[in-house]
């Protein structure tokens, strides 16, 4: 069974967790952490799988598809991959690349008896793409955080910025 993730927050100095750590004592400036409830902060819709590989980790639903061959085939080149989705096999080069970068396939090399070689595709286990995807969304939520920071600071800017010029109108920073 996967353990639940929850939010904490250091009530001293704002600083968030996310855990599954709900039974430990979690601490920050010499205190504990809180748990943040669900009605805490902006309500949020929660994230569908295909939402969240495409925006996330800018996966197509190609990519996808590519994913779910190589997992029947075992193993596969971009020529049988093109063969069985019907894929052109630069495209299918393409996305299948970018999935070893994401952490879903990886790739290697194989001499063929006829001269050259061919790269072939294999899966990842699940554990290496939970940890491959995980860590990414991690770096993109902390991407996003500075985003929202950003967005604070401008936002203060504009204010301070209105009340030295007696214009009381309210603007949101939108690029």
């Not at 800018?58 to 061959?69: R, V």
């Not at 879903?104 to 940890?131: I, M, Q, W």
């Not at 209105?162 to 309210?170: C, H, S, V």
């Amino acid at each position: 069974m996967t353990e639940q993730f929850a939010v904490y927050e250091c009530r001293s100095c704002d600083n968030y967790v996310l855990s599954t750590a709900a039974d430990s004592e979690m601490t920050c400036c010499g205190g504990s952490l809180v748990e943040v409830r669900d009605d805490e902060g902006a309500e949020i819709e929660p994230p569908e799988t295909k939402t969240l590989f495409k925006q996330v980790f800018g996966m197509t639903e190609t990519e996808m598809d590519i994913c779910l061959c190589v997992m029947d085939e075992g193993e596969a080149t971009a020529n049988d991959i093109s063969d069985v989705l019907g894929v052109e096999r630069s495209v299918v080069s393409r996305y299948a690349n970018h999935l070893v970068k994401v952490g879903f396939l990886h790739k290697s090399e194989r001499n063929l008896r006829e001269g050259g070689r061919v790269h072939v595709y294999t899966h990842a286990t699940p554990e290496e793409v939970t940890r491959s995807l995980t860590l990414g969304f991690y770096r993109w939520a902390a991407d996003a955080t500075e985003l929202i920071d950003e967005f604070e600071r401008q936002k203060m800017e504009q204010m301070a910025a209105a009340e030295t010029e007696d214009d009381k109108k309210q603007s949101v920073y939108w690029e």
